[in-house]
Every structure is written in C-alpha cells, then in structure tokens.
Nanobody
Framework: QAQVEESGGGSVRTGDSLTLSCKFSKFSFDEFAVAWFRQAGGMKRQEVAKISMRGDRTWYADSVKGRFTISRIDTENTAYLQMNNLGSADTAMYYC???????????????????WGRGSQVTVSS
C-alpha cells in the first residue's frame, strides 16, 4: 500500500525558514502530482502549493507566493516545500497529498483518488 510521509516541521521564529519533505513509498512517483495543504486550528484545510507530475507546472496560494517553493526529485520519490520568511499566519499542520493526474490536484482529487500523509506541524512564533 502506497504511503505518504511528511517531515521537516518544527518550531521556528518569525522570518526563519523551513523545508518540508514529502516521501512517497511507491516506485512510480513520476506518475503522480503533489500538492501541499495546511490546516490551522479550527480552520478549513487550505491549498498551499502544487506541482505537476513532470514538474513543469506549479501553483501557489497568494498568501505564500514569493516565499514558498515546491519542488520534486523523482529519483528520491520525494517532494519538497521550501518555506522562507515564515510568519505566525503560517502556523499550521502541513499535509502532503499525492495523486496520479496530469493536472494540478485539489483537495477532493487527493481524497477521492490519491494518498494523504499524516501531516507535519509548523509553528512560528515571534
């Protein structure tokens, strides 16, 4: 059974950087698009960034554009989310979703057809 595992979260200060990793335990990782989501306490899950299966298309939420970068290394079966200039509004549980699609997946795509990780907590304090 395919598994998705996030790592790299932690507690940092405002302005710091973190890199989250999403490792997918399935050999055909290059057939899957990847999306990062986040959910703060009591809030709905929010889309953060997405990358296509070939890595040639990306999408970012306006709130993270210019600060976050999504990437993937298929030989490592891993996708990354580089997060710079973190602020308190970035505090959330970050989830990785992986789904076999030629497009950029949304939350429903992952829930219906893909795989979720269990999340990695990011806490930003001043």
């Amino acid at each position: 059974q395919a598994q998705v595992e996030e790592s790299g979260g932690g507690s940092v200060r405002t302005g710091d950087s973190l890199t989250l990793s999403c490792k997918f335990s399935k050999f055909s990782f290059d057939e899957f698009a990847v999306a990062w989501f986040r959910q703060a306490g009591g809030m709905k899950r929010q889309e953060v960034a997405k990358i296509s299966m070939r890595g040639d298309r990306t999408w970012y939420a306006d709130s993270v554009k210019g600060r976050f970068t999504i990437s993937r290394i298929d030989t490592e079966n891993t996708a990354y989310l580089q997060m710079n200039n973190l602020g308190s509004a970035d505090t959330a549980m970050y989830y990785c979703g992986v789904v076999s699609t030629t497009g950029l997946p949304g939350e429903e795509d992952v829930s219906r057809f893909g795989y979720w990780g269990r999340g990695s907590q990011v806490t930003v304090s001043s």
